[in-house]
């Protein structure tokens, strides 16, 4: 940020929020700075510090979690109220967004979720049904992945909590496939499922990996944003699992999620992952559910 020139600070998120709005394109949002700092963009000339805002805390409550914006991953990781959460799933997602403990104490979970930096946590939270706060400029609340296929970038808004409904009896299952330990996944899958009179009460499918735009359009997003897999929950929701549904997901859900060819992978790899991670996932959300009941 070499280009850098103001830093404002403000005390409300709705001051925040107008300061967005009305600065010059190069204004930003300041929240961990990981990516900011990291990508040292010439074009920023001011930042939002949203440090003020009182925006780091989790709550936990009869019916769900409540996070605020600027909660770090490393809290994530360490909160004793997360550590059963989604059978320690939460957890887990967060320690694995960076191999960096350094990064963990600063990246933050709303930076995390905007930028796409933190795949597996995103696609577990879109699978547990999370709801965010998005000022713009007033407050409303949207599904998490609609922050995905709304756009991100056309116009200002601050992302303030993140809430996470909790679900009775559910059975959640992760699932991943890198070049190595410490990179961003190439996929990720999340299965989250309930059962009730041995029907699927609730089914959340999050799928997402390493974030790739087209080298002609830089903002589109053609290949690894977070989505959730609607159309394939669809044909399990309300229905007795059997192998042979699970095998009718695996097959439909690859459509659900453009892939494209890159270093990292090709995108009849990447759509056939997709497959392949959901039917391990949900093989193993389903033995989780059944464990619940018993």
């Given at each position: 940020m070499r280009n850098l020139t103001t830093i404002h600070r403000p005390t409300t998120v709705e001051e925040a929020v107008n300061?967005?709005?009305?600065?010059?394109?190069?204004?930003?949002?300041?929240?961990?700075?990981?990516?900011?700092?990291?990508?040292?963009?010439?074009?920023?000339?001011?930042?939002v510090d949203l440090a003020g805002l009182d925006l780091a805390y989790v709550r936990a409550e009869a019916d769900g979690l409540r996070l605020g914006a600027m909660t770090t991953l490393h809290d994530l990781t360490r909160n004793s109220a997360l550590q059963g959460w989604a059978g320690g799933q939460l957890a887990r997602a967060a320690h694995a967004a960076t191999s960096s403990s350094l990064l963990r104490r600063q990246a933050t979970i709303c930076g995390s979720l905007i930028s796409a930096s933190a795949p597996e946590l995103a696609a577990l939270l879109i699978a547990l049904g999370t709801q965010?706060?998005?000022?713009?400029?007033?407050?409303?609340?949207?599904?998490?992945?609609a922050l995905y296929q709304d756009g991100l970038t056309e116009t200002p808004f601050l992302l303030t909590e993140v809430y996470v409904p909790r679900h009775k009896g559910l059975g959640v299952a992760?699932?991943?496939?890198?070049?190595?330990?410490?990179?961003?996944?190439?996929?990720?899958?999340?299965?989250?499922?309930?059962?009730?009179?041995?029907?699927?009460?609730?089914?959340?499918?999050?799928?997402?990996?390493?974030?790739?735009a087209a080298p002609d359009a830089p903002k589109a997003r053609t290949s690894g944003w977070p989505t959730r897999l609607a159309q394939t929950e669809?044909?399990?929701?309300?229905?007795?699992?059997?192998?042979?549904?699970?095998?009718?997901?695996?097959?439909?859900?690859?459509?659900?999620?453009?892939?494209?060819?890159?270093?990292?992978?090709?995108?009849?790899?990447?759509?056939?992952?997709?497959?392949?991670?959901?039917?391990?996932?949900?093989?193993?959300?389903?033995?989780?559910?059944?464990?619940?009941r018993s």
């Open positions: 300061l967005l709005r009305n600065g010059a394109s190069g204004t930003a949002i300041l929240a961990g700075g990981t990516g900011l700092v990291g990508e040292a963009s010439p074009a920023v000339e001011a930042v965010v706060t998005i000022y713009r400029p007033g407050a409303s609340q949207a599904p998490l992945e992760s699932q991943a496939v890198r070049r190595t330990p410490g990179d961003a996944p190439i996929v990720a899958v999340t299965a989250a499922l309930a059962l009730e009179d041995g029907r699927v009460r609730y089914i959340g499918l999050g799928a997402g990996g390493a974030v790739i669809h044909g399990l929701l309300g229905q007795r699992l059997t192998n042979q549904l699970v095998a009718a997901a695996v097959a439909q859900a690859p459509g659900e999620m453009p892939a494209i060819t890159d270093y990292l992978a090709s995108a009849e790899y990447r759509t056939a992952m997709v497959g392949t991670l959901l039917r391990r996932a949900l093989g193993e959300a389903w033995r989780a559910a059944l464990d619940t």
